[in-house]
């Protein structure tokens, strides 16, 4: 199947730093990418869609200035949280698209603790 | 009604048992659905599509039934590796490429 990869694989970091999390399809060329939140005991989140070469789409209630979303290239797509907060601490996953399909594959996510 | 809903469980079941799963769906547009399985701490893995009346995969099936607008999953012969919990997802009818979630359904096998 198909190979997403994302790094790093958990992260801790002080309360107003920002972080960046990469996310890679490595074995085929995805023009989507989707970045899902999932807090303990609660589903996934879709927090924004990724378009390689134009802005993202956030969905409602996620504030694009504090997720920054760059999708530079048809492989690779990042986050980045800037002035994280305790609140922000959760498990960050990316979802990469073939261009034909709808199935979605994940990469193993990222675990994000700020203190 | 909610946009995908699933009974959260626990359902704890004896090695193997037969256990089924229901998902409920409000858009009657869908067209295709899919049961992804998330491990603890992991990220989700398809498990299952589904495009038609159903879909058969070892001991794994999937039904769907658009009248009622509900999908299901048969895990017959459970095994202690099918603890997880099972997602059901389906595609925004207005956006294909956007999924919606349920919360998923938690699963425990016992020896």
């Known amino acids: 199947g198909a190979v997403v990869s994302q790094h790093p694989s958990w992260v801790i970091c002080k309360s107003g730093t920002s972080v960046k999390i990469e996310c890679r399809s490595l074995?085929?060329?995805?023009?989507?990418m989707f970045w899902y939140r999932q807090f303990p005991k609660q589903s996934l989140m879709l927090m924004a869609t990724?378009?390689?070469?134009?802005?993202?789409?956030?969905e409602q209630g996620v504030e694009k200035d504090k997720f920054l979303i760059n999708h530079a290239s048809l492989t690779l797509s990042t986050l980045t949280v800037t002035s994280a907060h305790p609140e922000d601490s959760s498990f960050y996953i990316c979802s990469a698209q073939h261009v034909s399909g709808e199935t979605q594959y994940f990469g193993p996510g990222t675990r994000l603790l700020v203190l | 009604r909610k946009e995908v809903e699933q009974d959260p469980g626990p359902f704890n079941v004896p090695e193997g048992a037969t256990v089924a799963f229901n998902c409920t769906y409000s858009?009657?547009?869908?067209?295709?659905f899919f049961w992804y399985r998330q491990d603890c701490r992991k990220e989700p893995k398809l498990l299952m599509s589904?495009?038609?009346?159903?879909n058969e995969d070892g001991r794994f099936t999937a039904q769907l039934n658009r009248a009622s607008q509900y999908i299901s999953l048969l895990i017959r012969d459970s095994k202690l590796s099918d603890s997880a919990t099972y997602l059901c997802v389906v595609p925004n009818a207005g956006n294909n490429r956007k999924l919606i979630w349920g919360l998923g359904t938690s699963l425990a096998v016992n020896p």
């Open positions: 074995d085929f060329q995805a023009t989507t």
């Open positions: 858009n009657s547009a869908s067209q295709s």
């Open positions: 990724s378009n390689e070469g134009s802005k993202a789409t956030y």
């Open positions: 589904v495009y038609s009346s159903g």
